[in-house]
């Protein structure tokens, strides 16, 4: 019998509430969240977007490199953030605090973090629905590579950035103000993150697994 991964996240829930403690398990455990009745789906504030369903197989199958996912990091009660990008099939991070989540702003921070790295690695580029990604054509129009959304409120769609999201929080927790982090420490971070080893590498770590395949230390 398969058990679906949202099943599994209810069932931890329902005996958390009921006294239990095997969410102390889980890496990261959040509340459901509520359903809204009465006001439907909300659209997207911009247009042209495409949806992840229209995404090419091979990268639900991490079966190339250059496939990636995007998100922001906050800290709350402040309006700077941390834009993220994680390699799929690597698990290599690129990140870059920006001053407010505009779409201007995070587009261009997503432009300087992605704009060094060769051809081979810029296929696609999929985030959530959030109205900091609403200048995702300018995006395209830049860098050679696609960008695809997530559907609202599924963030296991993103599961890969999610998870490095977390392992981003050990070092800045959720009160964090990043306007007062310096670039120099984010880098340190970053590049701890991706020269530790993963389990889901078989132990290598992300840098060799992108070093491997490309022959060259990139600037990660």
Partial sequence: MRVSHQTLYQ??????????????????????????????????????????????????????????EGDTVVGRGHSAAVATHVERRSRVLLAATVPRRTAAVVTQATHRLFRSLPTQLLKTLTVD???????????????????????????????????????????????????????????NVVRSLNNRPRKCLAYRTPAEVLRARFGVALRI
């Fill in 11 to 68: 069932w931890i829930a329902q005996d958390r509430t009921s006294g239990g403690r095997w969410y102390r398990c889980l890496r990261q455990f959040r509340r459901q969240r509520r359903k809204r009745y009465g006001s439907g789906p909300r659209t997207p504030r911009f247009t042209g977007r495409v949806s992840l369903a229209e995404r090419p197989a091979i990268v639900a199958r991490r079966g190339r490199f250059g496939d990636w």
């Fill in 129 to 187: 629905n959030g109205s900091e990604w609403g200048a995702f054509q300018d995006l395209q129009r830049v860098l050679p590579l696609r960008v695809y959304f997530a559907a609202p409120y599924a963030a296991w769609e993103r599961g890969t950035n999610e998870n490095t999201n977390g392992l981003l929080r050990d070092y800045f927790p959720k009160h964090t103000d990043f306007s007062r982090v310096p670039p120099a420490h984010l880098a």
